[in-house]
């Protein structure tokens, strides 16, 4: 069975930094890419980073450009975001997903993911 687990949110001030981290399990292939997701109350659910697990290849939202870093470690089946300079506005639940239909695309689409996980909370105070 897959899944995915995120881990690492929390309460921090604006300019602090965070690290998420999904660790991913159950997979029977070794192609997809990861993307990290945020949703704010009231809010769509937003495609903010991703990364090609078989070329290392990412992509980074314009809101997050600069400031968030996504990383892969391989051999721990496990993707990081570092966030830093973080600002209120940042607050959200945040969630990675798997996309296993089109391994490559770097897709920012929630449409386009196929497993999720059950999200961590990251809360910027002011």
């Known amino acids: 069975e897959v899944q995915l687990v995120e881990s690492g949110g929390g309460l921090v001030q604006a300019g602090g930094s965070l690290r998420l981290s999904c660790a991913a399990s159950?997979?029977?292939?070794?192609?997809?890419?990861i993307g990290w997701f945020r949703q704010a109350p009231g809010k769509e659910r937003e495609g903010i980073s991703c990364i090609s697990r078989s070329d290392g290849l990412t992509y980074y939202a314009d809101s997050v450009k600069g400031r968030f870093t996504i990383s892969s470690d391989k051999a721990k089946n496990t993707v990081y975001l570092q966030m830093n300079s973080l600002k209120p506005e940042d607050t959200a639940i945040y969630y990675c997903?798997?996309?296993?239909?089109?391994?490559?695309?770097?897709?920012?689409?929630?449409?386009?993911?196929?497993?999720w996980g059950q999200g961590t909370q990251v809360t910027v105070s002011s």
């Open positions: 159950g997979f029977t292939f070794d192609d997809y890419d």
């Open positions: 997903a798997a996309d296993t239909l089109y391994p490559g695309r770097l897709s920012s689409a929630t449409m386009d993911y196929d497993y």
